[in-house]
């Protein structure tokens, strides 16, 4: 069994933003994707499309990808998602529905993160001389069947850290979250010390002192980062015992709390059929918020 470190925090209920039900979700599509597919398919969370029925996910796709700019900043974003709705509409004929462009909004807004948050990552390793992470993964066993792992962002000297970019003044800030996953990527990398960088607008965050807005330099060879270190680790056997009694029996009890049926479904789906008679499902009108999900039961 397989945990992202980016995900730990969600797994143990430490992210507002993601629970530990819905963490428990995507492991367990991770590891039984058709098993979950099917799942989902039968609680109508995902449908088929109706006959003559279009999907625009793919034109959405295409026409942020034509519009994005290579270089930009958060006070560029409200400037091209307009840029973005624009070109769709063009390219709609203006014949767009109020849903589509509120999928394309949030499509647009998620990716203009995301993107952002490698710019400015790339940015800052370059200007600071960091020592950019190697694309190596790194692991951590919790039990022989189980383990986290992910790819480390930089390091300075014998320091390892993780970058966040942040697209409002307000959330430079310590989040539980971020420091589960510095401690994580400590444990992994087999690294004793760690900061977390934070940037706004070009402004760097690194204080090596305690601050309100900073957890400072962090060593998990000493207190109180070694207690949290273990309590991480205890918590993590937990959320893999779970895990694999879900993949044994696939009782899942959380559903409706996850997905509600009031905003069902969260993606449709269409059969394609390649020269070798196999089939495939591809999905489209997905709700971003659920895209991990996807990612899984589309492999």
């Not at 200007?127 to 790819?151: S, V």
């Not at 998990?220 to 991480?232: F, R, V, Y």
Request: glycine share 4%; proline share 2%; charged share 30%.
């Amino acid at each position: 069994m397989y945990l992202e470190i980016s995900n730990v925090a969600a797994a143990l209920g430490k992210n507002q933003y993601e629970s530990k039900e819905k963490t428990l979700l995507v492991s367990w599509a991770r590891h039984c994707p058709e098993i979950v597919k099917n799942y989902l398919i039968e609680n109508k969370c995902i449908i088929s499309l109706k006959e003559n029925e279009e999907s625009f996910s793919d034109l959405q796709v295409e026409t942020y990808n034509v519009v994005i700019p290579k270089q930009y900043d958060v006070k560029d974003f409200d400037k091209i998602e307009k840029q973005v709705v624009e070109e769709y509409k063009r390219k709609r004929n203006n014949e767009q529905t109020e849903k589509e462009i509120k999928q394309l909004k949030e499509y647009t807004q998620d990716l203009l993160k995301k993107n952002n948050g490698n710019i400015q990552e790339n940015n800052i390793i370059q200007k600071e001389q960091y020592t950019k992470g190697n694309d190596r993964m790194y692991y951590y066993e919790i039990y022989p069947n189980a383990c986290i792992g992910g790819k480390n962002d930089a390091s300075i000297g014998n320091v390892l850290l993780e970058i966040k970019t942040r697209t409002r003044r307000q959330n430079v800030r310590r989040n539980e979250y971020d420091l589960y996953q510095l401690i994580c990527y400590l444990l992994a990398t087999g690294i004793s010390r760690g900061k977390i960088v934070q940037l706004f607008n070009k402004e760097k965050f690194d204080s090596d002192v305690a601050t309100e807005q900073e957890y400072g330099l962090i060593d998990i060879t000493q207190e109180p980062w070694k207690e949290l270190s273990m309590e991480i680790i205890e918590g993590l056997k937990e959320y893999f015992n779970e895990l694999s009694e879900l993949i044994k029996t696939s009782k899942f009890a959380y559903l409706t709390n996850i997905i509600p049926k009031r905003i069902r479904p969260i993606a449709k789906y269409f059969i394609e059929e390649n020269d070798s008679e196999t089939k495939k499902i591809i999905l489209c009108e997905e709700n971003i918020k659920f895209k991990n999900l996807f990612r899984h039961i589309t492999k």
